[in-house]
Structures are given as structure tokens and as C-alpha cells.
């Protein structure tokens, strides 16, 4: 299972690895350091998901509808479950 929260890192930033509309509502100095970021997360992510040796579970605590859009688009829409229903 894996656990995607920002917990407030400065070098990690999920939201920009599932919300693609995420980069337009950057402050400029946000704006300087999404590409470094995002690079990073992607990494963390990477290794995170290719760990699992069966079942893979990526659950994201209180996702925006942006992020559920990415998430869809990432792992398809068949694989992405709202828990609260």
C-alpha cells in the first residue's frame, strides 16, 4: 500500500504528479520549482509502485476531483475505487 500525502515536503508534491491542471495555479516561485519537483515525486512514485511483488494499492486521502481525474487517466478508470461510498 502506498500512501500518497504532501505532509508538507518542500521536494515531493503528489498533487503534481496527479493533478495535471495543477501548474496554472502556481505562484511564480512555485512555477520555478514544479519541473525539479515533479521529477522527484515521479522518481519516489516510480520506486514506490514497482515494489509491489502482487497487489498494488495507492490510496490518496481527500483528492480533489483533479487528482481523481489523474489518477483515472494513470491507472484507468476500472482500477480507481472511492472508498467513502
Not at 519537483?37 to 509502485?49: E, G, P, Q, W
Not at 480533489?64 to 476500472?78: N, P, R
Request: aromatic share 12%; net charge negative.
Amino acid at each position: 500500500m502506498i500512501l500518497l500525502h504532501n505532509g508538507g515536503w518542500n521536494n515531493y508534491n503528489f498533487d503534481y504528479l496527479l493533478n495535471m491542471e495543477i501548474y496554472e495555479t502556481l505562484t511564480p516561485a512555485k512555477k520555478k520549482s514544479y519541473d525539479n519537483i515533479l521529477h522527484r515525486t515521479k522518481k519516489l512514485f516510480y520506486v514506490c509502485c514497482t515494489r509491489a511483488r502482487e497487489n498494488l494499492v495507492v490510496f490518496y486521502p481527500e483528492p480533489t476531483q483533479e487528482v481523481i481525474s489523474g489518477a483515472q487517466e494513470l491507472f484507468g478508470k476500472e482500477n480507481c475505487v472511492n472508498l467513502d461510498d
